[in-house]
């Protein structure tokens, strides 16, 4: 989006809101820091660049509401795209959301859940449910490293129900709960060998992990991880095993377990 544009979009969002408002309770405005935030809160008073803006009734109450990505002037170059994000309600309630790290959604995960907004930096899937989960991916560095944040906004407010490394293959509703399963590993998959014979490629075992939302939190469920591994990878157990080699066809076809000569089984063990 061009900034011209962007500018334009946030200043006829706002307007729309506070016309909305006229006659709704006082505006109310709560900050959010997450994290390490002591070198953020030194820019704070800085500029900031508009770099998304959404209008959506988050809470269906009919009400226009809109959501502002925005980035620290003074950050601008840095790998992430935006590190603030301002929640706007018709019902005049405010949520400034600080020290986030927004970058573009990875494009490998299959997201069956539609996203709520028309965004490539941003993805609220649809639910079952009156809640709605924000997904905010960072930039995946060098190291394989890549912070994922997930926040809730109900009628209490905003909660942060996830924050760590953590490889998203899928996210989708697996138990019908109306709620939404993350499907993937907290590491980065490593161990790999081409067969080109076999026109598959061989990698260490690292079964996935479903979480999902209990309470405040998303924790790993044992009998959805089973499950998902056995339909869709293969279930040797919970835990990474480089005893284990896992035959994945360049097809996509289901994988499998296979066994190799000694040779070959530590050329992968030493691969990365």
Not at 142 to 164: F, M, W
Not at 182 to 211: C, F, K, M
Request: proline content about 4%; hydrophobic content about 35%.
């Amino acid at each position: 989006m061009k900034s011209s544009a962007i500018v334009y979009f946030y200043l006829l969002s706002c307007s729309i809101l506070f016309v909305s408002c006229e006659e709704k309770q006082e505006e109310q405005t709560n900050t959010v820091y997450y994290g390490d935030y002591s070198f953020y809160k030194k820019l704070d008073t800085t500029a900031t660049l508009a770099i998304d803006g959404y209008v959506i009734d988050l809470d269906g109450d009919q009400l226009k509401d809109s959501i502002i990505l925005e980035e620290i002037k003074d950050l601008a170059g840095d790998p992430q795209l935006y590190t603030m994000m301002t929640i706007k309600l018709g019902n005049n309630k405010n949520y400034v959301i600080k020290n986030i790290s927004g970058e573009l959604i990875p494009y490998h995960i299959s997201l069956p859940l539609p996203n709520k907004l028309k965004s490539d930096m941003l993805y609220i899937p649809q639910t079952g449910k009156g809640e709605n989960y924000f997904f905010v991916w960072d930039y995946q560095y060098p190291d394989g490293t890549a912070l994922l944040t997930v926040l809730s906004l109900d009628k209490q407010g905003v909660h942060t129900l996830y924050e760590s490394n953590f490889y998203i293959k899928e996210i989708s509703d697996l138990n019908g709960d109306g709620k939404p399963d993350l499907v993937g590993r907290s590491h980065y998959e490593t161990g790999s060998r081409r067969i080109d014979s076999l026109d598959a490629s061989v990698y260490l075992y690292q079964p996935y992990q479903v979480l999902k939302r209990e309470h405040d939190e998303f924790i790993v469920d044992s009998s959805l991880t089973k499950t998902y591994n056995a339909a869709h990878y293969i279930f040797e157990g919970f835990k990474d095993d480089d005893s284990i080699y896992v035959l994945i066809p360049a097809d996509h076809n289901k994988p499998s377990r296979i066994a190799l000569p000694d040779s070959i089984m530590d050329n992968v063990r030493g691969a990365g």
